[in-house]
């Protein structure tokens, strides 16, 4: 293991989970219907407060007086891209974290253009697959619905790239996560196979993103320590889970009791060089 930054504080990420157990921010989604109830649930066994507006007429308002807000276009409609962008728009004023989760970026001419809709808007972690990612990068993938597709080039370089020019953080979520703010970058490779065994756990993961994001400002850092703490509670529940089913609901209970003992001692993460100066 290298030795990080002070920036990355990876000593520090049960901090930033106590900081979420205790102040409870109340994250706004507008989100993937399929996936809805489990990131609702996600941030609640985390400790926030989750609140799920579609609707137009409130996006704004409850964005006004939320701590975040977390985007996924894994269910688009004419309607919820309107509140999406009015959410957007009304965290930008307040100076809350947007999240967007670019799910399934490249399948389709609607998903791509609400991208760029939005990314008009000041948003602060771009999150997807790597396929997603590079099909938001501007590079033409080959997409499988929602599911990653085979992305030639350097994914830690892509992301680096995407992150410089959006000027915001980006997550690649894969075998190995990439987090990057465009100049440092760091792999996660915490997790199990069985995440992807089981539907909605990419929403879940951009949901988490968002309520660390909504207590702890330096994004990169609040988006690898997401990434950790879920997954290892991924790989315990993986421990005695009989399948897919009793993993989902067996992760709910591990993150409950996630601990700074376990985060210490489970945690892999690998920082990529060059780092922050």
């Known amino acids: 293991?290298?030795?990080?930054?002070?920036?990355?504080?990876?000593?520090?990420?049960?901090?930033?989970?106590?900081?979420v157990r205790k102040q409870s921010p109340l994250v706004h989604h507008i989100t993937n219907?399929?996936?809805?109830?489990?990131?609702?649930?996600?941030?609640?066994?985390?400790?926030?407060?989750p609140v799920m507006a579609h609707a137009k007429e409130e996006a704004a308002d409850m964005a006004s007086i939320s701590n975040a807000v977390v985007i996924n276009i894994g269910t688009l409609t004419?309607?919820?891209?309107?509140?999406?962008?009015?959410?957007?728009?009304a965290a930008n004023k307040k100076g809350?974290?947007?999240?967007?989760?670019?799910?399934?970026?490249?399948?389709?001419?609607?998903?791509?253009?609400?991208?760029?809709?939005?990314?008009k808007f000041k948003i602060d972690v771009i999150k997807g697959n790597a396929s997603e990612i590079a099909a938001t990068a501007g590079i033409n993938v080959t997409t499988k619905g929602v599911d990653s597709g085979h992305v030639s080039g350097d994914m830690?370089?892509?992301?680096?790239?995407?992150?410089?020019?959006?000027?915001?953080?980006?997550?690649?979520t894969g075998k190995e996560d990439i987090c990057t703010d465009g100049e440092s970058a760091c792999l996660v490779k915490n997790g199990t196979p069985m995440l992807s065994q089981v539907v909605g756990t990419g929403c879940m993961a951009a949901s988490v993103i968002g309520t660390?994001?909504?207590?702890?400002?330096?994004?990169?850092?609040?988006?690898?320590?997401?990434?950790?703490?879920?997954?290892?509670?991924?790989?315990?529940?993986?421990?005695?889970?009989?399948?897919?089913?009793?993993?989902?609901?067996?992760?709910?209970d591990k993150i409950s009791t996630l601990?700074?003992?376990s985060i210490n001692k489970m945690k892999r993460v690998e920082e990529i060089k060059p780092c922050r100066k």
Request: aromatic residues 10%; neutral net charge.
């Open 78 to 89: 004419s309607f919820t891209v309107e509140a999406m962008k009015r959410a957007v728009k």
């Open 259 to 261: 601990s700074d003992i």
């Open 33 to 49: 219907w399929v996936t809805v109830s489990d990131c609702a649930n996600i941030v609640k066994v985390f400790g926030g407060s």
């Open 212 to 252: 660390f994001c909504a207590v702890e400002k330096d994004y990169l850092f609040a988006s690898a320590a997401a990434l950790v703490c879920f997954e290892i509670a991924a790989e315990n529940a993986d421990k005695t889970s009989e399948g897919p089913g009793t993993f989902k609901t067996k992760l709910f």
């Open 156 to 172: 830690v370089e892509i992301a680096k790239k995407l992150a410089g020019k959006r000027k915001c953080v980006v997550v690649v």
């Open 96 to 119: 809350i974290p947007v999240v967007l989760d670019v799910v399934g970026a490249g399948a389709t001419k609607f998903r791509n253009e609400t991208i760029k809709k939005l990314l």
């Open 1 to 19: 293991m290298t030795d990080y930054p002070e920036e990355f504080q990876l000593d520090k990420i049960y901090e930033v989970l106590e900081k």
